[in-house]
């Protein structure tokens, strides 16, 4: 599976952005796709993820009630739509797939997009 996120940039605090994932060439049927982001002053955090066939969705607590996770079954797109943003979640965010059901776990994610980069400026 090979993903591609886009939709990020700079950003001033207290502004928004929405990130995109879409899988080359195929569906999310039968994955989980989960945001993940990493930057230099931290070790990459999950934030986010669904497990596409059934809709369950899960949001960190460190980004509940900031970030949402939402799914395009018609376009197989998934969003992650930042509101609030904060200088500390500059970083480089990633989509990630695995077979079946969401982890928490990032270890358990076996694909991975490029990244996208968010910078909020203060």
């Known amino acids: 599976v090979q993903l591609q996120a886009s939709g990020g940039g700079l950003v001033q605090s207290g502004g928004s952005l929405r990130l995109s994932c879409r899988a080359s060439?195929?569906?999310?049927?039968?994955?989980?796709v989960a945001w993940v982001r990493q930057s230099p002053r931290m070790e990459r955090e999950f934030l986010a993820a669904v497990t596409w066939s059934g809709g369950t969705t899960n949001v960190a607590d460190s980004v509940q009630g900031r970030f949402t996770i939402s799914s395009d079954y018609a376009t197989n797109t998934l969003y992650l739509q930042m509101n609030n943003l904060k200088p500390e979640d500059t970083a480089t965010y990633y989509c990630a797939a695995r077979r079946f059901t969401y982890s928490h776990n990032i270890g358990d994610y076996n694909y991975w997009g490029q990244g996208t980069l968010v910078t909020v400026s203060s």
């Open positions: 060439g195929r569906t999310f049927n039968g994955y989980a």
